[in-house]
């Protein structure tokens, strides 16, 4: 008889494989899972994006009703004194862009709060824990590895930014006349959400870069917490001594002030200056953290 | 008044929902006892109770006479010996213990004469004056049990004290717990091998989630085991015809047929005449015997006699 | 040896053991980073900022904005809930409360070990500002200098002592610490009301600022303050101070640290 072992650890695997597995969507999927085992940061984390994201969709709904003279569901054709006084509570309300740009501001912070919350142990607890010897030795490339640590994070992101906006969009679209708000709004539909996506993606990448260089959740909270307040504050204090506006371009809130400026016509008084600055500013910090997670996860693949 | 070193009295300690101890009652005798069970027991909560880094939620316990939760005057009678492998990384092995021995108000010449007399009777005086942090996982063990010993206390409570040692250390920890109770000193250390504690000590006390199952003399509990019969499963390709074949000899207690149709849990009072017997029973009734196992192999077999 | 001496003793030589180990530790590394900023923000500013900016305007903004708002909670904080949570976090807790020390000596060594680092970072911090602002024309008076130096210490303390205390009673002390520190501190103390008086950084801003006098007249963030009388603001960080100390020691008393194995 020819001799053989049979040990536990090495195993046939007898199952179907899939052809084009998706192991990103996995390592993502099961970030997520993960985050979901503890209710009470969530609970902690949403509550307000939720809160607000209820109020302005009445708002919205509200806003419509005003417009049609239809205030508290009255049924049958508007009187001309329910027409004048919804016009004037529509006008005082201001336009539903604005109203969930408003909310877009309101809940943005929240964003930071919930992605750091989720993110930062991320790739820090891989570390600490050394999880990267079981990942990369499976047929997994840094690149699916960050796709998935990045698909967890930006969905957090995405529930606490993309989905509120959303869902007021999809409020002030069923509530409007005829769809009229998709028909005539929906290039601010597309800036609003476009807004909210990039605002997910540079804080997401940049909580994965400060995890990637930290070997514990808590240190690397910390560090997104010093960067962006250092970078907050340190932009504060230079351009009120450099009686210019360019020291503002190291804040990121600052930066997405003057994409905003840009997308929806508003004016900052702390942020004239040209777009491309931004454009520059964010592409550096973007690039900075593209580097910082290529070289650390390199680090780990090679360590595995 | 009792002699028992310490004295537990319905102790209950849990995590959440977890049992780490439930309505243990125990009072250990002075000498080297085993505290023994299988992996998750709850020896090592009992220990932290017995050293008082944790508090029971339920019962009482006193150790050398004292209640241990952060008690200065039994700190000074006992040396404890952690499971975790932690150390100050950045220290020496001897700065380490004379560091701590200073803690416990020895002067400063005393703490090191003492640090590398500890250090001597762990094997570690070539590689005391060595950084923790480029110790081997041995040399680790080592120096926590250093720490337990050097300021001579009455008690040493070690958790799990020969977990990465090799045989030869493994031998001289064991010499030294034996010096130690020829000096007059009791030792508690907890294992999940039984022939390491037996090796050392004839006194046990066996735990299996969080309760006493046994305590006394290796000799005694084995007798008490003894009383219960052996357990083995047969898997064959009859089992039905094997099983009233079985059932004939005198020794076989009772025959149970598995839900997979094929395989035979057995209980036997002798279990040696089982297995002389088996073989000719199985081939008498072209029984097909795929497999064989004796049930009884591991400590925690032994734990499932004593629960029931 | 009575109670109070071994307590002294015990205090004094766990001070002694750590203060090397917390010195040298990766989060003492990261502050030394921290606390270079203000002064190396300062040289920038004396070198290049425009000509109408004097060096009393940088270090005022410097040592407020970011000095005493930013880099004394932050080291502060980041240092200071190690303290205990440190040792159970490493597992090493074990040692010395099974040695016959006080606990609350344990507390105390380490905090005053943590709190030498604290205070000798920012104190460098706030000399370097001052230094590198002098570099410039109208340097900050040493009156300024001192009142914002000071603050910046007491601020050191009562952040490190209510963030070694949070480490003692929280698993995930660090981040209550920050949040608390950054996300409640920094909405109500500029925030106008009287809630601001609730927050450290209020007291602190009481204890250096002038209002009628440049450069604090022109900063922004207190124009709608009204603050306590020096004397005041210090009185009552000194009874924060010692209320915590007392609850800190209380706790890491009667605290059980649940340790894995």
Sequence with gaps: ????????????????????????????????????????????????????TIVTSFIVQLKFEAEAGTIGGMSGAPSMQSKAMGAALSQQMGEVEAIIFTLLKQIQYFVVLAMGWYGAGLIAEDKKLRANLLYFARPMTRWTYFLGKFGTVAFWGACAVVLPVTIVCSVAAFASPDWAFVREAWPTILKLELYAVLWVIVHGLLILAISSVCDRRNHALAGLFGFYFLSGFGAEAMSQLFDGTGWRLMSIPRNFERISDALFDTESYFVNWPLEATVWALGFLTLACAIVLARQTKKMEVGA | MSGAIVEAKGLGRWYGEVVGLGDLTVDVEPGITGLVGPNGAGKSTFMKVMVGELRPHRGTIRVLGHQPFASRGLYRRLGFCP???????????????????????????????????????????????????????????????????????????ADEPLTGLDPIARREVLELFQGLAAAGKSVILSSHVLHEVESLTQTIVLIHRGRLLAQGSVRDVRRLISRHPS?????????????????ELEHVRAVNLAPDDETLLIETADVASFHSAFAGVAAEVRAGVKKLQSDDASLEAVFDYLVG | MGYVTESVRATWLVFRMHLATIAGSRRTLAGIVLAAIPPLLATLAARFAPSDATGGEIFAALGVLLLVQFVVPMLGVSLGVGAIADEAESRTITYPFTRPIPRASFFLGRWFATLVNVLGLIAASGIGLAIASSMRASPPDSEMVRSVLGAALLGGTIYSLGAAVIGILARRGLIIALGYAFAIEGLLANVPGSTQKMTVQYHLRSIFVEKDVDPWQSMDIFELSSFLPPTEALVRMAVVGALLLAFGTWAVTRKQFVLAS
Aim: charged fraction near 30%.
């Design chain 1, 1 to 52: 008889m020819k001799a053989a072992t049979h040990t536990e650890v090495y195993r046939k695997f007898d199952g179907e494989l899939q052809r084009r597995p998706n192991r990103a969507r996995t390592l993502a999927w099961s970030g997520v899972r993960i985050g979901f085992r503890r209710k009470l940061p969530a609970l902690l984390l949403f509550t307000i994006p939720a809160i607000s």
């Design chain 2, 231 to 247: 357990r083995v499963s047969v898997v064959a390709r009859e089992p039905r015809r094997l099983a009233s074949a079985l059932l």
């Design chain 2, 83 to 157: 499971q975790q492998d932690a150390l100050y990384e950045h220290q020496t092995g001897r700065t380490f213990v004379r560091d701590l021995l200073r803690l416990g108000g020895f002067s400063r010449s005393e703490a090191d004469a003492a640090a590398v007399r500890a250090m001597e009777k762990v094997g570690l005086s070539d590689a005391m004056d060595r950084r923790v942090s480029d110790y081997s996982k041995g040399m680790r063990q080592r120096t926590r049990l250093a720490q337990s010993i050097a300021h001579d206390p009455d008690l040493v409570i």
